[in-house]
């Protein structure tokens, strides 16, 4: 048995290794989290291109294969009778025989399956070529069809923000509105190790959250015009983010646009979004944004082209 002071000198020792790693799991995690609401434009998802899926050729019709009775055939013909076991041999030519038409139902079950998956093809391939159709003509219902499939595997709404479009008629400027933002996205409270290992906790200062607040909207509106290009043949979009603010006249929160910017597809192409700061970067686009580091966001005007 150890020594009593050994044993609570080890005791301890465990104690502080496990604060450790407790407190580095945890600034691991801060960090990782600041990182995925600042540069979700570092992100985009599939290209989608429509003219290809337009004139995309169906698919062909399988031939039918009898690899099950070819098989068979070949087990009979490799048969040979033995004259010193005739009855079994017989035996197992007859097996072999009335495998045949097993094997031929086996093929023709296959061919049907493979017909029944070809037809669902085909189906799927005239779905695809009208979609692809309608989205060529800009027609809204098709657009905004596509974006619903955006707006499912959007990372903004898994923060807990919603995507609403617009798809005007006469085929001027869409928009996609982002909605339910809060600076509560910001932690309150930032953590970091020090030198002994164990955790620091300190307040986000005021300067400080606001402009983590900042980058986030812009790199969400940044993430969403980059999907939105990567989905559909448009050369612009107006990108709105909306939040709760105070209104002074009515002393409610009520939805108000903070960050409203018009993405030109050549210029946000152009971005190096490795490296670009998002909240910078909006200088390169007609935008709205009223923004202070101590006071955070201001109600604006949706940005106009001129």
């Known amino acids: 048995m150890l020594p009593s002071a050994e044993a609570e000198h080890r005791l301890k020792e465990a104690n502080k290794a496990a604060e450790q790693q407790h407190a580095a799991a945890v600034v691991e995690a801060y960090e990782a989290y600041i990182e995925l609401i600042s540069t979700m434009h570092q992100d985009v998802g599939p290209l ?8 995309a050729e169906p698919p062909l019709a399988p031939e039918r294969m009898s690899l099950n009775e070819e098989a068979a055939r070949s087990a009979l013909e490799a048969h040979r009778p033995s004259g010193l076991f005739r009855k079994r041999s017989e035996r197992k030519g007859q097996e072999l ?47 905004i069809e596509v974006l619903e499939s955006l707006s499912e595997m959007s990372e903004v709404e898994a923060l807990g923000q919603r995507l609403h479009f617009d798809v005007p008629d006469d085929g001027s400027l869409p928009t996609v509105t982002l909605a339910g933002n809060s600076d509560d996205v910001v932690p309150a409270e930032m953590y970091s190790l020090l030198k002994s290992g164990k955790l620091s906790t300190k307040q986000t200062p005021v300067s400080k959250r606001w402009e983590l607040y900042q980058d986030h909207v812009c790199s969400a509106a940044l993430r969403i015009g980059r999907d939105f290009f990567a989905l559909l043949p448009a050369d612009q979009v107006r990108v709105n983010v909306t939040d709760d603010l105070l209104n002074s006249t009515t002393g409610h929160k009520e939805q108000s646009i903070i960050l409203s910017v018009i993405f030109a597809r050549p210029t946000l192409d152009s971005l190096n979004m490795d490296s670009v700061d998002p909240s910078d970067s ?19 005007e949706p940005a106009l082209l001129s």
């Open 48 to 55: 989608v291109d429509w003219t290809l899926l337009a004139v």
């Open 97 to 143: 025989t009335d495998a045949i038409p097993a094997a031929i139902a086996a093929d023709d079950a296959s061919h049907q399956a493979a017909m029944t998956a070809h037809a669902e093809a085909v189906q799927d391939h005239a779905d695809s070529v009208t979609m692809a159709d309608r989205v060529l003509s800009r027609d809204p219902a098709a657009w």
């Open 282 to 300: 909006m200088v390169n686009f007609v935008h709205t944004m009223d923004f202070r580091r101590t006071k955070g966001f201001n109600a604006v």
